[in-house]
């Protein structure tokens, strides 16, 4: 009986070292990870005091939780309201994935296949001039080899259009940027059809054989935004929705990002930022508020607490674990599509987005998974490393050449 009870004793006695040890690992873990946030938290600081974007927001995540998530800078300058993980913005080109997984929910739903020919869902026909007889499919959409391009600058008029008044024109700002509102302001509203019609179809009004490349469909890499907008407007045909009805149905309540929408009355106004630019004494200007008819293609507005979700829930699909999408849709989303031969050529930087295609989400030769975005006062990017289960974003109110440090810093902070 002593034995037994000795015995008992000891692999109690063990046990709890164990539970110690492992105590100790944890703590010494949880040490370590608040040092590099600390670190990462010190560098965006610097950041946010040396460079001349006004407002930024950053959010890191893992498959369970966020890690990091935080605003810097000011949103508002007028007022001097300061920029916080809950300040909405556009996000410009990262809007791009949620076409992607849209088009994915309807693969899901039976609704959909990646190699039907879009002549065979829209009430139109969309054809290469110099391939009249080569299909242009949904898969060339996804993946920006639909050979459709976005060379329509010129046009009699213009797809952006202006929300509000601008004031640009009463400051000593550049003839570049005069001349962006000046084009801005040559817009009207129009819809996604119009906007599709106007330039892919003969005899309307900004068609031109320059807006499709000389190559086959599906043989060559060409980034397009308007196939980004038709492959939403498929999706609205296919599902019987708008495309903001049909992401908020399926994307955004899902997710719980109730901050986020396309226009600007689908979000809290006293949370959104204001956009601006540099002005030709280097300093921030305001950039009117405007919207642009290919919408799908841009103009998601959200924070960084609802992308955060999105971006945990793209990390849960890259491992089998994803609740938008079926395990095989998540596959396809993620996997490269293309070759070399698709492209004149390729950048090795970790961070291009155009060195490889999934479904509207690039793959760069370190097999990161991303987009990039720009567009009038709006920098961004997100990615997801498959080899760390780690994904982040980082989105700005100011385009600026030091937005490329949050990213270096924030990608320094996921190797470690």
Same mark, same amino acid.
């Given at each position: 009986?002593?034995?037994?009870?000795?015995?008992?004793?000891?692999?109690?006695?063990?046990?709890?070292?164990?539970?110690?040890?492992?105590?100790?690992?944890?703590?010494?873990?949880?040490?370590?990870?608040?040092?590099?946030?600390?670190?990462?938290?010190?560098?965006?600081?610097?950041?946010?005091?040396?460079?001349?974007?006004?407002?930024?927001?950053?959010?890191?995540?893992?498959?369970?939780?966020?890690?990091?998530?935080?605003?810097?800078?000011?949103?508002?300058?007028?007022?001097?309201?300061?920029?916080?993980?809950?300040?909405?913005?556009?996000?410009?080109?990262?809007?791009?994935?949620?076409?992607?997984?849209?088009?994915?929910?309807?693969?899901?739903?039976?609704?959909?296949?990646?190699?039907?020919?879009?002549?065979?869902?829209?009430?139109?026909?969309?054809?290469?001039?110099?391939?009249?007889?080569?299909?242009?499919?949904?898969?060339?959409?996804?993946?920006?080899?639909?050979?459709?391009?976005?060379?329509?600058?010129?046009?009699?008029?213009?797809? !952006?259009?202006?929300?509000?008044?601008? @004031?640009?024109?009463?400051? #000593?700002?550049?003839? #570049?940027?005069?001349?962006?509102?000046?084009?801005?302001?040559?817009?009207?509203?129009?819809?996604?059809?119009?906007?599709?019609?106007?330039?892919?179809?003969?005899?309307?009004?900004?068609?031109?054989?320059?807006?499709?490349?000389?190559?086959?469909?599906?043989?060559?890499?060409?980034?397009?935004?308007?196939?980004?907008?038709?492959?939403?407007?498929?999706?609205?045909?296919?599902?019987?929705?708008?495309?903001?009805?049909?992401?908020?149905?399926?994307?955004?309540?899902?997710?719980?990002?109730?901050?986020?929408?396309?226009?600007?009355?689908?979000?809290?106004?006293?949370?959104?930022?204001?956009?601006?630019?540099?002005?030709?004494?280097?300093?921030?200007?305001?950039?009117?508020?405007?919207?642009?008819?290919?919408?799908?293609?841009?103009?998601? @507005?959200?924070?960084?607490?609802?992308? *955060?979700? !999105?971006?945990?829930?793209?990390?849960?699909?890259?491992?089998?674990?994803? *609740?938008?999408?079926?395990?095989?849709?998540? @596959?396809?989303?993620?996997?490269?599509?293309?070759?070399?031969?698709?492209?004149?050529?390729? *950048?090795?930087?970790?961070?291009?987005?155009?060195?490889?295609?999934?479904?509207?989400?690039?793959? *760069?030769?370190?097999?990161?998974?991303?987009?990039?975005?720009?567009?009038?006062?709006?920098?961004?990017?997100?990615?997801?490393?498959?080899?760390?289960?780690?994904?982040?974003?980082?989105?700005?109110?100011?385009?600026?050449?030091?937005?490329?440090?949050?990213?270096?810093?924030?990608?320094?902070?996921?190797?470690?």
């Amino acid at each position: 009986m002593k034995k037994i009870t000795i015995i008992l004793i000891c692999i109690f006695l063990l046990q709890g070292c164990k539970n110690d040890q492992r105590k100790l690992e944890k703590d010494r873990g949880n040490a370590h990870l608040k040092l590099k946030i600390d670190t990462l938290e010190l560098a965006l600081l610097k950041i946010e005091k040396e460079s001349p974007i006004a407002g930024f927001a950053v959010a890191i995540v893992n498959s369970d939780s966020v890690i990091y998530q935080k605003g810097f800078g000011i949103s508002n300058l007028e007022t001097n309201k300061p920029y916080s993980s809950k300040t909405i913005q556009p996000l410009a080109s990262i809007s791009k994935t949620f076409i992607g997984a849209s088009i994915m929910i309807l693969v899901d739903e039976g609704k959909l296949n990646l190699d039907e020919s879009i002549n065979d869902i829209l009430p139109y026909k969309i054809v290469n001039p110099f391939f009249p007889n080569e299909d242009i499919k949904i898969r060339h959409l996804v993946t920006h080899t639909s050979t459709i391009t976005d060379d329509y600058e010129d046009i009699d008029g213009s797809i !952006y259009w202006l929300l509000e008044d601008s @004031k640009i024109d009463q400051f #000593e700002s550049s003839k #570049e940027l005069k001349g962006r509102i000046s084009y801005f302001k040559l817009g009207n509203p129009i819809e996604l059809d119009e906007y599709i019609t106007n330039i892919c179809l003969p005899k309307s009004k900004w068609y031109s054989r320059d807006n499709f490349l000389n190559d086959k469909p599906g043989s060559r890499f060409e980034y397009s935004n308007l196939g980004a907008s038709i492959a939403a407007r498929i999706v609205e045909i296919k599902s019987g929705e708008s495309f903001k009805q049909f992401t908020e149905k399926s994307i955004f309540q899902p997710l719980g990002m109730t901050n986020t929408g396309w226009f600007y009355e689908d979000v809290d106004s006293e949370l959104l930022s204001n956009l601006y630019e540099l002005d030709s004494l280097n300093k921030p200007i305001r950039f009117p508020r405007y919207h642009e008819a290919g919408y799908p293609e841009g103009q998601l @507005k959200s924070n960084a607490e609802d992308m *955060s979700k !999105y971006l945990i829930e793209m990390i849960k699909g890259y491992s089998g674990n994803g *609740s938008l999408l079926s395990n095989s849709s998540y @596959k396809v989303l993620f996997t490269p599509q293309l070759n070399e031969n698709h492209f004149d050529e390729r *950048s090795d930087y970790e961070f291009d987005d155009e060195y490889n295609l999934g479904v509207f989400w690039a793959i *760069s030769k370190a097999g990161l998974r991303l987009h990039n975005g720009a567009m009038d006062g709006v920098y961004s990017f997100l990615y997801l490393n498959p080899e760390t289960n780690i994904a982040a974003i980082a989105f700005c109110n100011m385009p600026d050449n030091s937005f490329g440090e949050i990213r270096s810093e924030i990608r320094s902070f996921e190797k470690e």
